[in-house]
């Protein structure tokens, strides 16, 4: 087997891999298709499809970190954290840093050298957001498939005023071109007028 076979090999394994640990999410949600899909299974590949579609040359780390942007995340619940500001800043922290190791562990496990596994590790954590291209592009993703997916269903939770801040908060996190392609996501009108309201 050639060295760039072996290469797609253990990509293809190590995203399988990811798929299999997040398997155990005990929450389920229909697909696209009505399918009943694991509930992080089902965001993992929304994250990829995203990911694929918004940056189609996207590098082998950039693909794995989205792949694994939530993995196992059931097994740190918010609820274990107060359920103020600081409590769910602490909650997110001490998952970006469980993602990265156990992202990590499967990434050798499949024969990945520490330089990538570091590497993925960096943008699951997002490391130096600003300044780092691929950083920035994961954060876009993780905000388009947040508006697509999951904003609709938020929504019904919170009242106006709050969902005029959260989506603030997400636009403030994206770069020029992820405001773009949000702007073409295919939001309902409700959706629309919020997101016009909230940059107006």
Not at 4 to 12: G, K, P, V
Not at 81 to 90: A, E, F, I, S
Request: proline share 2%.
């Amino acid at each position: 087997m050639s060295a760039e076979m072996n290469s797609e090999s253990r990509f293809i394994r190590t995203i399988a891999a990811f798929d299999q640990a997040n398997a155990n999410d005990p929450r389920q949600e229909r697909d696209e298709n009505g399918l009943e899909v694991a509930y992080e299974v089902l965001y993992a590949r929304r994250m990829s499809e995203m990911l694929r579609h918004f940056c189609p040359h996207a590098s082998e780390a950039l693909q794995l970190a989205a792949r694994s942007q939530h993995i196992e995340r059931w097994l740190l619940p918010r609820e274990l954290y107060p359920l103020d500001r600081k409590g769910y800043l602490q909650w997110r922290s001490e998952l970006k840093e469980r993602h990265a190791i156990r992202a990590g562990e499967i990434m050798q496990a499949e024969g990945y050298d520490s330089v990538m596994c570091d590497r993925v590790a960096a943008l699951l954590k997002k490391e130096k957001l600003k300044s780092d291209d691929e950083s920035q592009t994961l954060e876009d993703v993780i905000c388009l498939v947040f508006l697509q997916f999951y904003f609709s269903e938020f929504a019904k939770a919170h009242d106006e005023a709050k969902l005029i801040d959260i989506l603030q908060k997400t636009w403030r996190k994206m770069s020029d071109a992820g405001h773009q392609a949000a702007l073409k996501l295919p939001l309902s009108e409700d959706e629309l007028a919020l997101v016009t309201k909230a940059l107006s």
